[in-house]
C-alpha cells in the first residue's frame, strides 16, 4: 500500500477552556484517521494567546505564524481572560496576527439549529427558527476596519475602502459554500434549483457598497452562472434574518467585513446556543487547490466555567468537521461528525436526560464516556 497522505494541522488550544475542548476534538479527529488508513493527520501544538505572553511576552511568536504558513490548517481554541486585562499586546491580538499571516480573507459562520429540541434557547419562535441552516460569509481582511484611521479630539474617521478584486475573491468563496450547503440538501421540499448567494451591502449609500454590488455581480456573471445572486440592502437583511431566518436556509450570505461583524452575530444569537457555533476564516476557496483555513469556535474562553470541566465541546468538534470539509474536502467525515453531534445531543443518558453540558440545560460533562453505539448510517466511523 502507498503512504499515506499526510495533512499537517497547527493545534492551538489556547486559554481557558481552549485545551479542554480542544483535547475532545481531537480525539474526534482520531476517530476519522482511524476510519481512513490513507490520511494521517500530522498534529504540531504550540501557544497562542495569553499562555504566549506569559512564556514568550507576545501573544502569537514568529515561530507560530511560521509554523501556521507551513501547514495545511490550524485548529485553533480560544483565547485571553482576566488575567490579561490590560496586557499590551492583547492575547486576542495573537488571532488577528494569524489571520493577517495567512491572509484569511473569508470568515464563515454557520446559522444552525441544531436539532429540533434546541429551538428553545432561541429568542425566536419556534415555529420561525426551527430547521434554520445558513452560512454568513464575512469579507475579513478589508473595508473599514482596516483602512486609515485618523483620530483627533474632536473628529476622527475609518476609511472604508475596496478594490474589485477583494469582492471577487469573496464572491468565489461565497459562491463555493452555497454548492456545498445545496449539495448537501435532499431534493424535493424547499430546495431551490440552483444554489444561492445572497449579498449584503448599503449600496443605497456608499460608494464601497455601490463597487461591492457591481464587482459582485459582473464575476457571478462572468464566471458563476451555476449559482443564483440575491442582492439585499444589509440592514434590511438585518431585519429579515430576525423575522425570518429560514428564507436564507441553504444559502450563503456574501457580506464586507462591517456588515458581516454585525451580520454574523446576529445569526448566532438566532440559535442561543453559544457552545455549538464554529467558524472558519478561510485563505482560498474551498475546492480550488489547498485551502488554508483557521477553525475555532465563536465562544471566547469562557473563564468563569474553565478547568471544571463544565464547557460544552460541540463548537470545536464543529470546527474540526469544518476543517475536514473547507481544507481537506472530506465532506463525508465532516457530515458524518455533524450526523454523530446530533445523535449525541439527542440521545438520553440514564436519568432521562439528553446528553448535553450545563449550556444547554444538561449534566454531562466537557469529557465522557458515553458508549452510544456506532449508528450503522455513519460507518466506518
Ligand atoms: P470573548 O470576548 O472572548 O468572545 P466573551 O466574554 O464574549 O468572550 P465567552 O467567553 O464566549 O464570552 O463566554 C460567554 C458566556 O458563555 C460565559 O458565561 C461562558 O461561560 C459561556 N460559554 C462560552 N463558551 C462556552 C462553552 N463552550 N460551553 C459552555 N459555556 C460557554
Ligand atoms: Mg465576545
Known amino acids: 500500500m502507498s503512504a499515506p497522505k499526510t495533512l499537517r494541522i497547527l493545534v492551538l488550544p489556547g486559554d481557558h477552556v481552549g485545551p479542554e475542548i480542544m483535547a475532545e476534538a481531537l480525539k474526534v479527529l482520531d476517530v476519522v484517521e482511524q476510519s481512513r488508513p490513507d490520511l494521517r493527520f500530522q498534529r504540531d501544538t504550540d501557544l497562542v494567546g495569553g499562555c504566549s505572553i506569559d512564556k514568550h511576552g507576545v501573544p502569537v511568536t514568529d515561530v507560530v505564524l511560521e509554523k501556521a504558513l507551513d501547514s495545511d490548517a490550524v485548529l485553533f481554541g480560544s483565547i485571553g481572560g482576566p488575567e490579561w486585562a490590560g496586557a499590551q499586546p492583547t492575547p486576542e491580538s495573537g488571532l488577528l496576527e494569524l489571520r493577517r499571516k495567512l491572509n484569511a480573507f473569508a470568515n464563515l459562520r454557520p446559522c444552525e439549529i441544531l436539532v ?10 419556534p415555529e420561525l427558527v426551527a430547521g434554520t441552516k445558513f452560512i454568513v460569509v464575512r469579507e475579513n481582511c478589508g473595508g473599514a476596519y482596516f483602512g486609515e484611521k485618523r483620530e483627533e479630539t474632536d473628529q476622527a474617521s475609518d476609511l472604508w475602502v475596496y478594490s474589485r478584486s477583494e469582492v471577487e475573491r469573496l464572491a468565489q468563496v461565497s459562491a463555493a459554500v452555497a454548492r456545498m450547503l445545496h449539495a448537501s440538501i435532499a431534493g424535493g ?61 441553504h444559502s450563503a450570505i456574501h457580506t464586507d467585513n462591517t456588515f ?61 468537521a469544518m476543517m475536514l470539509r473547507y481544507s481537506f474536502l472530506l465532506e463525508e467525515e465532516a457530515a458524518a461528525i455533524e450526523q454523530a453531534v446530533i445523535k449525541v445531543l439527542d440521545s ?27 449508528p450503522s448510517s455513519i460507518e466506518p466511523l
Open 260 to 320: 458581516g461583524d454585525i451580520l454574523s452575530d446576529i445569526s448566532g444569537g438566532i440559535t442561543g446556543t453559544l457552545g455549538v457555533l464554529p467558524s472558519a476564516s478561510l485563505a482560498g476557496v474551498p475546492g480550488d487547490g489547498s485551502c488554508k483555513g483557521i477553525y475555532e469556535p465563536v465562544h471566547g474562553s469562557a473563564p468563569d466555567i474553565s478547568g471544571k470541566g463544565l464547557a460544552n465541546p460541540v463548537a470545536q468538534i464543529l470546527s474540526v
Open 348 to 374: 438520553k443518558d440514564n436519568g432521562g436526560l439528553a446528553i448535553r453540558t450545563g449550556d444547554l440545560g444538561g449534566k454531562a460533562r466537557c469529557s465522557e464516556q458515553l458508549g452510544l453505539p456506532i
Open 189 to 249: 421540499g424547499d430546495k431551490s434549483p440552483k444554489p444561492v448567494v445572497w449579498s449584503a451591502d448599503k449600496a443605497n449609500v456608499l460608494a464601497s457598497g455601490r463597487l461591492w454590488r457591481r464587482a459582485t455581480s459582473d464575476i457571478f456573471q462572468r464566471e458563476i452562472p451555476d449559482v443564483e445572486l440575491r442582492h439585499q440592502l444589509a440592514d434590511s437583511m438585518a431585519m429579515l434574518m430576525v423575522k425570518n431566518p429560514r428564507q436564507f436556509n
Open 116 to 125: 429540533p429540541s434546541l429551538v428553545g434557547a432561541s429568542p425566536i419562535r
